[in-house]
T-cell receptor, first 114, second 109 residues
Framework: EAGVVQSPRYKIIEKKQPVAFWCNPI?????LYWYRQNLGQGPELLIRYENEEAVDDSQLPKDRFSAERLKGVDSTLKIQPAELGDSAVYLC????????????FGPGTRLTVL | RKEVEQDPGPFNVPEGATVAFNCTYSNSASQSFFWYRQDCRKEPKLLMS???SGNEDGRFTAQLNRASQYISLLIRDSKLSDSATYLC??????????FGAGTRLFVKA
């Protein structure tokens, strides 16, 4: 069974530029998460989707971050404009549904903002 | 105080040693508990869930202490390949899961 797929794996951009990350969850997983992980820290939730509905986006910096999950499968996370402090690894995870907290992570996108 | 706290380590142990990590959580309503393993520059991978009755998988044993609000991970007969960062995660039944910052383990020959 294929795991969570993310692309790109690495991205280097200059500050003020836009960037987008893509995630395809495990087939059949209704819940999708976007996390940000800074060096030496654990993953921090940015947004959680149940199917196509964003049910928890309280930690998403909405002035510059946006996300969508059209059709309840793939998801895209966008940053516009990027700031130096956005450099981090952006992880996507999925789980079967909201009744289980067991999450499976994708390989992440390592973002460097110069 | 952080919701989930771990000793960052590093723990440096020789091969064959037994090592234990704790993870404390502040929300007494927490219902689900996990240990994840994260290798350098890789994603977290689920190591094991932690049940009220404890959970054992080979050399790994996880336990939950609700009264004192912590979970533990015991690794017996450490291998070089166990070197990694161990993240604990605490959830509340379908709501936000909080991850600790991780404990780094180095197993040396």
């Amino acid at each position: 069974e294929a795991g969570v797929v993310q692309s790109p794996r690495y991205k280097i951009i200059e500050k003020k530029q836009p960037v987008a990350f893509w995630c395809n969850p495990i087939s059949g997983h209704n819940t999708l998460y976007w996390y940000r992980q800074n060096l030496g820290q654990g993953p921090e939730l940015l947004i959680r989707y149940e199917n196509e509905e964003a049910v928890d986006d309280s930690q998403l910096p909405k002035d510059r971050f946006s996300a969508e999950r059209l059709k309840g499968v793939d998801s895209t996370l966008k940053i516009q404009p990027a700031e130096l402090g956005d450099s981090a690894v952006y992880l996507c995870a999925s789980s079967m549904d909201r009744s289980t907290d067991t999450q499976y992570f994708g390989p992440g996108t390592r973002l460097t903002v110069l | 105080r952080k919701e989930v706290e771990q000793d960052p380590g590093p723990f440096n142990v020789p091969e064959g040693a037994t090592v234990a990590f704790n993870c404390t959580y502040s929300n007494s309503a927490s219902q689900s508990f996990f240990w994840y393993r994260q290798d350098c520059r890789k994603e977290p991978k689920l190591l094991m869930s932690v049940y009220s009755s404890g959970n054992e998988d080979g050399r790994f044993t996880a336990q939950l202490n609700r009264a004192s609000q912590y979970i533990s991970l015991l690794i017996r007969d450490s291998k070089l390949s166990d070197s990694a960062t161990y993240l604990c995660a605490v959830g509340k039944g379908g709501f936000k899961t909080i991850f600790g910052a991780g404990t780094r383990l180095f197993v040396k020959a």
